[in-house]
């Protein structure tokens, strides 16, 4: 009975993996890069290396969501919030694949090789190009903007659910 | 639980108003604990450009030219760094000579510190970038006091007194400026790494150094005077022959701390010659390579590392400050005009 209401387990699994990573990622970026404290390099480069793996987590989860069935969105709904509901979730899933992707080109065109846990180094071009660094550094930075205010939808919207609407969609995803 | 002692409708609003405000609360909290007292990165260049930025440009040591050239490694290092770099063998560089200031048209006998930045790009994965000035230590051991240092000297010699008088950490700095006289070359300078690194061999032992590039061989040169004298006289030399250096690294000894940027290592410190830096070849800095080049001192190769000092820790994170404006306005053609003007 229950399994049916919620979401499969791997996809809750990666959900809440995803948001405490991303989270945590959103806040150690607005901090670094104004910092010039010691422990800035500490973050920065933790930062590239959990990007890396909220990339291949994302691609993990877009096989997995593509396999699984979904729930469907409550019948109270009308359409335009289950259109808004479905065009959200579209932009969340894209911001989570360019974040990482738009980070690591603009090292690659600095020129600037990604160390990732002291395991293995991801390469980087052999020449640094400025305007293309321009490009990928802002882009990373506007988007971070966008992700953090589809973040503070995203949690609105489930908070309306549970709280005002009363219905399950929350209690799905727990 | 709450909600059976709270009047149900107040105990909803009050749990998604707390959530909210907490995600909200901990981006300020992130902030304010950056702005409390701390000087930030973006304060930091915005002190270097001032009121007036050249859009483009650097923030600091914003006039110069790119070189290249190569490296000659003879090995004396192999026992101590596994870096390929320093096995004996010729790897070419990039880089670039500059002078301190944020202004790219200033006149460059003007200006009271020299710089020298190299870029080994070895492989994909794995680059160097190196940034030296000419004075051999720091005058303060951390960012705020730098701050505080650039604030002085944007003052006048007034403050730049009364700054060194209340920063005795600045004594072995103020020894080498009283003894420095500015050299009438870029080729004639010695160059220092400022901060310390660290070297691992295959054991996984580390050893901390500085280095510097002391002057080998470079063709003699005309006084010419003018705004571009350093780079004129630059390229009659290597209109003749090579400018050559020799790589010389200083091993810390076990009273050395490799943290503080602003004391002097004894002389009796164990040196020794990597090899020669020679370089062949100079363009102007808008048109050869060294331009979309962010000398960041913390883009290290395998066998190398960071040291815990403070200082080099910030340059990294104020030279991305800079980089990132500078990146900006070249993306909005900040230099087109620049460059076809040349």
């Given at each position: 009975m229950e399994n049916n209401n919620r979401f499969p387990l791997a996809m809750r699994l990666l959900h809440w993996a995803m948001a405490a990573l991303i989270i945590s990622m959103l806040l150690a970026g607005l901090a670094m890069v104004r910092s010039l404290e010691p422990w800035q390099l500490t973050i920065l480069t933790a930062h590239k290396a959990f990007g890396l793996l909220a990339f291949v987590l994302v691609i993990l989860r877009i096989a997995i969501r593509m396999k699984s069935q979904t729930l469907p969105l409550p019948s109270s709904l009308s359409r335009v919030q289950k259109r808004g509901a479905i065009a959200s979730h579209y932009v969340l899933y894209a911001l989570m694949v360019a974040m990482p992707v738009s980070g690591y080109l603009m090292q690659y065109v600095a020129a600037r090789p990604v160390e990732i846990f002291g395991l293995f180094t991801l390469p980087a071009s052999l020449t640094a190009d400025i305007e293309s660094y321009g490009l990928f550094r802002e882009i990373h930075g506007y988007l971070a903007i966008a992700f953090i205010a589809m973040i503070l939808l995203h949690i609105s919207a489930a908070l309306h659910h549970h709280f005002v609407r009363k219905d399950s969609v929350l209690k799905s995803m727990l | 639980m709450i909600s059976q002692f709270l009047p149900h409708v107040v105990s909803e609003r009050r749990c998604m108003i707390a959530a909210l405000l907490l995600s909200l609360g901990m981006t300020t909290t992130v902030y304010a604990s950056q702005t409390a007292d701390t000087v930030t990165a973006q304060e930091f260049v915005d002190l270097q450009e001032g009121d007036s930025p050249h859009a483009g440009y650097r923030r600091a040591h914003a006039k110069g030219v790119c070189i290249t050239g190569e490296f000659r490694a003879n090995g004396n290092l192999s026992d101590i760094v596994t870096t390929p770099l320093f096995a004996?063998?010729?790897?070419?560089?990039?880089?670039?000579?500059?002078?301190?200031?944020?202004?790219?048209?200033?006149?460059?006998?003007?200006?009271?510190?020299?710089?020298?930045?190299?870029?080994?790009?070895?492989s994909s994965p794995n680059q160097w970038r190196i940034a030296m000035n000419t004075p051999p230590v720091m005058a303060v051991t951390n960012p705020h006091d730098f701050y505080q240092q650039i604030v002085a000297i944007k003052k006048g010699p007034e403050a730049v007194k009364a700054f060194f008088k209340d920063h005795p950490e600045s004594k072995d700095f103020m020894t080498w400026r009283a003894s420095y006289s500015p050299a009438g070359s870029f080729s004639g300078e010695t160059y220092h790494s400022l901060n310390a690194f660290y070297l691992h061999d295959k054991q996984g032992n580390q050893q901390a150094v500085r280095w510097k590039m002391v002057p080998a061989s470079a063709a003699p040169f005309d006084e010419t005077e003018g705004p571009d004298a350093l780079q004129e006289r630059l390229a009659q030399q290597l209109d003749a022959a090579p400018v050559v250096y020799d790589w010389v690294f200083t091993l810390a000894g076990a009273d050395d701390d490799e943290n503080n940027p602003a004391v002097k290592w004894p002389a009796s410190r164990e040196q020794r010659v990597a090899g020669q830096i020679v370089i062949t070849d100079w363009q102007p800095q808008l048109e050869g390579n060294c331009h979309s080049l962010n000398f960041d001192p913390l883009v290290l190769p395998n066998g190398i590392s960071a040291t815990e000092d403070p200082i080099l820790r910030a340059r990294s994170a104020a030279y991305a400050e800079s980089y990132r404006r500078r990146a900006r306005e070249a993306l909005a053609g900040a230099l087109e005009g620049e460059r076809d003007g040349e």
């Amino acid at each position: 009975m229950e399994n049916n209401n919620r979401f499969p387990l791997a996809m809750r699994l990666l959900h809440w993996a995803m948001a405490a990573l991303i989270i945590s990622m959103l806040l150690a970026g607005l901090a670094m890069v104004r910092s010039l404290e010691p422990w800035q390099l500490t973050i920065l480069t933790a930062h590239k290396a959990f990007g890396l793996l909220a990339f291949v987590l994302v691609i993990l989860r877009i096989a997995i969501r593509m396999k699984s069935q979904t729930l469907p969105l409550p019948s109270s709904l009308s359409r335009v919030q289950k259109r808004g509901a479905i065009a959200s979730h579209y932009v969340l899933y894209a911001l989570m694949v360019a974040m990482p992707v738009s980070g690591y080109l603009m090292q690659y065109v600095a020129a600037r090789p990604v160390e990732i846990f002291g395991l293995f180094t991801l390469p980087a071009s052999l020449t640094a190009d400025i305007e293309s660094y321009g490009l990928f550094r802002e882009i990373h930075g506007y988007l971070a903007i966008a992700f953090i205010a589809m973040i503070l939808l995203h949690i609105s919207a489930a908070l309306h659910h549970h709280f005002v609407r009363k219905d399950s969609v929350l209690k799905s995803m727990l | 639980m709450i909600s059976q002692f709270l009047p149900h409708v107040v105990s909803e609003r009050r749990c998604m108003i707390a959530a909210l405000l907490l995600s909200l609360g901990m981006t300020t909290t992130v902030y304010a604990s950056q702005t409390a007292d701390t000087v930030t990165a973006q304060e930091f260049v915005d002190l270097q450009e001032g009121d007036s930025p050249h859009a483009g440009y650097r923030r600091a040591h914003a006039k110069g030219v790119c070189i290249t050239g190569e490296f000659r490694a003879n090995g004396n290092l192999s026992d101590i760094v596994t870096t390929p770099l320093f096995a004996p063998g010729v790897t070419p560089f990039t880089g670039r000579y500059s002078i301190a200031g944020g202004n790219p048209y200033a006149p460059d006998l003007s200006s009271p510190v020299r710089s020298l930045a190299l870029n080994f790009a070895l492989s994909s994965p794995n680059q160097w970038r190196i940034a030296m000035n000419t004075p051999p230590v720091m005058a303060v051991t951390n960012p705020h006091d730098f701050y505080q240092q650039i604030v002085a000297i944007k003052k006048g010699p007034e403050a730049v007194k009364a700054f060194f008088k209340d920063h005795p950490e600045s004594k072995d700095f103020m020894t080498w400026r009283a003894s420095y006289s500015p050299a009438g070359s870029f080729s004639g300078e010695t160059y220092h790494s400022l901060n310390a690194f660290y070297l691992h061999d295959k054991q996984g032992n580390q050893q901390a150094v500085r280095w510097k590039m002391v002057p080998a061989s470079a063709a003699p040169f005309d006084e010419t005077e003018g705004p571009d004298a350093l780079q004129e006289r630059l390229a009659q030399q290597l209109d003749a022959a090579p400018v050559v250096y020799d790589w010389v690294f200083t091993l810390a000894g076990a009273d050395d701390d490799e943290n503080n940027p602003a004391v002097k290592w004894p002389a009796s410190r164990e040196q020794r010659v990597a090899g020669q830096i020679v370089i062949t070849d100079w363009q102007p800095q808008l048109e050869g390579n060294c331009h979309s080049l962010n000398f960041d001192p913390l883009v290290l190769p395998n066998g190398i590392s960071a040291t815990e000092d403070p200082i080099l820790r910030a340059r990294s994170a104020a030279y991305a400050e800079s980089y990132r404006r500078r990146a900006r306005e070249a993306l909005a053609g900040a230099l087109e005009g620049e460059r076809d003007g040349e």
